[in-house]
T-cell receptor, first 114, second 114 residues
Framework: AQSVTQPDIHITVSEGASLELRCNYS??????LFWYVQSPGQGLQLLLK??????LVQGIKGFEAEFKRSQSSFNLRKPSVHWSDAAEYFC????????????FGAGTILRVKS | DAGVTQSPTHLIKTRGQQVTLRCSPK?????VSWYQQALGQGPQFIFQ???????QRGNFPDRFSGHQFPNYSSELNVNALLLGDSALYLC?????????????FGQGTRLTVV
């Protein structure tokens, strides 16, 4: 079965501190991997995506993620968090074999303290 | 570019009623997918439309149906509403048919069933 696990429901970091959000997936096909961010009451904004090639991908707003096939992980990182990064973050997986429907994790709520 | 637009933004319906939600995909996109996001959860795939046909369906009952028009816009219909149908409904569009990759999301329609 296809599934995405985000182990941390909530994470609180201080402004300026580094951030890592975890994502593990189980998928029966070559995955495409995504990180989306959602502000309260809003839709989803794509932060970054991995399709193939370099396993370290850069996204918007200073975010990056690393695909580790051996660990079935796609963790999101940011070296220095800003107060405006407070939001909910979703990891998602898709595959061309499945028509690119996305399977999402349950999300991680990021709180930033000043 | 207007991106993905959804209407209405908010909706309140009574249990047992029927509702129609609308989505206009991003310019150049021909595939529309619908997702349901219950409070505190990640989005769940409902179905996907391409060339005016339902191409994939998630684990949702037949009360959920859809349509795609020649201009690629789409509707989501839900019959016999239940309290549990209260959620944020997200529309996503992708280019190049179901084999397309990056999905762009609208801001969603917040449905409340009372």
């Amino acid at each position: 079965a296809q599934s995405v696990t985000q182990p941390d429901i909530h994470i609180t970091v201080s402004e300026g501190a580094s951030l890592e959000l975890r994502c593990n997936y189980s998928y029966g096909a070559t995955p495409y991997l995504f990180w989306y961010v959602q502000s309260p009451g809003q839709g989803l904004q794509l932060l970054l995506k991995y399709f193939s090639g370099d396993t370290l991908v850069q996204g918007i707003k200073g975010f990056e993620a690393e695909f580790k096939r051996s660990q079935s992980s796609f963790n999101l990182r940011k070296p220095s968090v800003h107060w405006s990064d407070a939001a909910e973050y979703f990891c998602a997986v898709g595959a061309m074999e499945y028509g690119n429907k996305l399977v999402f994790g349950a999300g991680t709520i990021l709180r930033v303290k000043s | 570019d207007a991106g993905v637009t959804q209407s209405p933004t908010h909706l309140i319906k009574t249990r047992g009623q029927q509702v129609t939600l609308r989505c206009s995909p991003k310019s150049g996109h021909d595939t529309v997918s619908w997702y349901q996001q219950a409070l505190g959860q990640g989005p769940q795939f409902i179905f996907q439309y391409y060339e005016e046909e339902e191409r994939q369906r998630g684990n949702f009952p037949d009360r959920f149906s859809g349509h795609q028009f020649p201009n690629y816009s789409s509707e989501l219909n839900v019959n016999a509403l239940l309290l549990g149908d209260s959620a944020l409904y997200l529309c996503a569009s992708t280019p190049q048919g179901p084999g397309g990759t990056e999905a762009f999301f609208g801001q969603g329609t917040r449905l409340t069933v009372v």
